[in-house]
Each structure stands twice: as structure tokens, then as C-alpha cells.
């Protein structure tokens, strides 16, 4: 079993999240933006590219079909549900694939709708391709929690041709509920709506309802994930597409090709596939860790800075922290943080919705996090 707490320095390797801290925030800080863990990979995964890694020859990759088929199982164990690997194809990543779902199904001008606050590269997938960028803001209770509206969804559904759905949700924290889901898919089914589901983090939910692949619901729509969050492997690459679909499938293969963004390096499908079949153990204690590392942080964050507004995640390592009780500018926030020594994601970068707020990466040894914590309460203060 991995040592969770165990500190593994990532200074000198290369880490977008370390060594390019310096480049984003203009001096050393703790790093805890970039959606990747301090976390050792699981040792089936290390093992089986030292084996490979072995072979002096680094050649064009070929096949993927055992990597489509472990996926295939581990959709099952994991959520229940076994795509056909058949209708599913190897993807660069899961952004290029979201980018490429754009082209591929809507035209200059169409509309595409999105749910702010929200992963960035769903703003830039729509604005930088052409489309029209449809907002449906996310509305956010008393309680911090986050829920879909569902009046300004369907006036836009009329207006639109894609929804691009995070599920589960990043920043905001949630897994989308089963009813939730089949809701929102009955409505743009109804529109004749095409949903794009990004379920990267999926497998990293510990809330006490499970996730719901959308494609079990909806098989006409689009599924996209990865093992590179559930495995903490996202610098190696590599992701997967789901559709049933036919001559949807033919249409997004023959963009893949166009982008050529349907191959992945020669490592992604071994790194992918010994995590797939031999990383269930290893990262069932990932969730119960970061499930602690989440209420572990609410704790303090109640003891010693009790004006930030935080909600316990439904899943993964990120948290979404309000500071807009403090009074102050998103310029005076990152400048704070900035003297703090802290890195951390700034809200605005989610669109609307995102002003007054934080995005703190909880993914690493519970050492680091106090850390966090402590840096975090002197740029309060």
C-alpha cells in the first residue's frame, strides 16, 4: 500500500505544478493549483514502464485495444457500467478531445452550452473555435452547494447545438445525482442538444450518492475520461472517447485524424492499462485519503478562518474556497497570496461566478496541506 503522507520532492522534474510555479506567480511559492497530485503513481504502473522503458527502442507505438478493453472493465467495477470497446477510441488527452468534440459536431456560430464557474478550457474550447458561448451559471445555495438552473438551461437549450457537461463538476465540487443527470439529458434530448461529457475526475468520487456515467443514461451522447486524475499518470497522455453511435463515432474519429490527436505516446496505453487492471486498491485508499485531506480542511479552516466559505467536495482534491467576506479585490487576493508564498488558482479563471474565489489543490501529503493552511491564514489575515 502507498504511504499517502510520504513527501516526494517534484522540485527538478520537469512539473508543470513545481517548476513552473515561479513562471506563473512571479516568485517560489507552495504550489497548490495544477489539477495533479504530490502522490506517487501506483507501483503497478511504475513497473510496468520500467519494463518497457527497459527495451532500448522508443518506436511509433502501435495497437490499443487492451487499453480500451481494461478501460471497458474498469468502467464496470468501478461505476457499474461496461461501454462496448468497440465504440470507443484513443484520444491525445481529454482537452484535445473536448476541443476536437466542438469542431466536430457544431459549426462557426453555433451555440455551445456551459456551466460557470467552470474548468477553463470549456470557455476556450467555444470561444476560441468560433462558437457561441451559451451561459447557464450554476447557483449556489446557503450551504455553499452548487445546483444546476434549470429555467436558464432550458431557454438556452432552444438557442443550442452542444452542452459541454463537467461531471463531476470542477470547481464547485459536485456529483451531479442520477436524477440531476437524467433531467438535464431529457431536456436536451428534447432540443435535439448533443451533450459532451468530461468525466475525468469521475473515479475519485466518495460522496455518499456514486457518479453516473451520462452515457449510461444517454448513450447518444459523448463521453470523455482518462486515468490520468484517477492514477495521478496526467503528464503521460492518453484518454478515451465513448459513442454509440455510428456515424457520430465515424464523424469524431475522422476529426481526431484531421487534429491527429488519435494517437497517444508509446508509454500512455501501458501506463493506462497496468493501472486499469491491477489500480483498484491503490486507489480506493487515494479516495479515503483525500476524502480526509477534504474534511480534514474544513476543520481547520472552521478553527482558524472562519469568514472563508468552504464546501467538503463530493470528490477529488480540489476545493473551491469563497473569500469574498473578506472584502477584497481579486487583485488584493492574488497579491496577498502572492506574499504568502502561496500558489493557488484564482477564481475569475472559472467565468462568471468565479470572482471572490480560490481554487486550493488538496492532493498532497497531509504535511504539505498544513502548510497550505498556514500560508493560507497569514494572506487572510
Not at 321 to 334: F, K, Q, V
Amino acid at each position: 500500500m502507498t504511504d499517502f503522507d510520504q513527501v516526494t520532492p517534484r522540485l527538478g522534474t520537469g512539473a508543470l505544478k513545481w517548476d513552473g510555479a515561479v513562471a506563473r506567480f512571479g516568485r517560489e511559492v507552495l504550489p497548490m493549483w495544477v489539477a495533479d497530485m504530490d502522490f506517487p503513481a501506483p507501483e503497478a504502473v511504475q513497473a510496468a514502464l520500467a519494463e518497457r522503458v527497459a527495451h532500448p527502442i522508443y518506436g511509433y507505438p502501435w495497437g490499443g485495444a487492451a487499453a480500451l478493453a481494461a478501460g471497458a472493465n474498469w468502467m464496470e467495477r468501478r461505476h457499474g457500467w461496461r461501454p462496448d470497446p468497440a465504440q470507443m477510441l484513443l484520444v491525445s488527452g481529454v482537452v484535445p478531445g473536448l476541443f476536437a468534440a466542438v469542431r466536430a459536431f457544431t459549426e462557426t456560430g453555433d451555440g455551445i452550452i456551459v456551466m460557470p464557474p467552470i474548468y477553463p478550457p470549456f470557455l476556450s474550447a467555444v470561444r476560441e473555435q468560433g462558437r457561441e458561448l451559451l451561459m447557464a451559471p450554476l447557483q449556489r445555495d446557503g450551504r455553499g452547494r452548487y445546483e444546476m438552473d434549470w429555467e436558464r438551461l432550458e431557454a438556452l437549450l432552444s438557442q443550442a447545438r452542444m452542452l459541454l457537461l463537467c461531471s463531476p463538476h470542477n470547481p464547485s465540487g459536485r456529483v451531479w445525482g442520477r436524477a440531476e443527470l437524467q433531467h438535464l439529458g431529457e431536456l436536451a434530448r428534447r432540443q435535439g442538444v448533443l451533450v459532451v461529457s468530461d468525466e475525468i475526475h469521475a473515479d475519485l468520487a466518495y460522496a455518499e450518492h456514486p457518479h453516473t456515467p451520462f452515457p449510461s443514461l444517454f448513450p447518444d451522447s459523448l463521453l470523455l475520461s482518462s486515468a490520468g486524475k484517477s492514477f495521478n499518470i496526467a503528464g503521460i497522455g492518453g484518454a478515451f472517447a465513448v459513442l454509440a453511435d455510428d456515424r457520430q463515432r465515424q464523424r469524431f474519429a475522422a476529426e481526431l485524424r484531421r487534429s491527429q490527436i488519435h494517437e497517444i505516446n508509446l508509454f500512455a496505453p501501458i501506463a493506462m492499462t497496468a493501472a486499469w487492471e491491477a489500480g483498484d486498491v491503490w486507489q480506493e485508499g487515494l479516495r479515503a485519503y483525500l476524502a480526509a485531506n477534504a474534511r480534514h480542511l474544513g476543520r481547520r479552516l472552521a478553527a482558524e478562518l472562519p469568514a472563508l466559505g468552504y464546501r467538503v467536495p463530493e470528490f477529488g482534491y480540489l476545493a473551491w474556497l469563497d473569500l469574498r467576506a473578506l472584502g477584497l479585490d481579486d487583485g488584493t487576493i492574488a497579491q496577498r497570496l502572492r506574499h504568502a508564498a502561496l500558489g493557488l488558482n484564482p477564481g475569475p479563471d472559472f467565468g462568471p461566478g468565479g470572482a471572490g474565489f480560490v481554487r486550493l489543490n488538496f492532493g498532497t501529503p497531509r504535511t504539505v496541506l498544513d502548510k497550505g493552511i498556514d500560508r493560507l491564514r497569514r494572506a487572510c489575515g
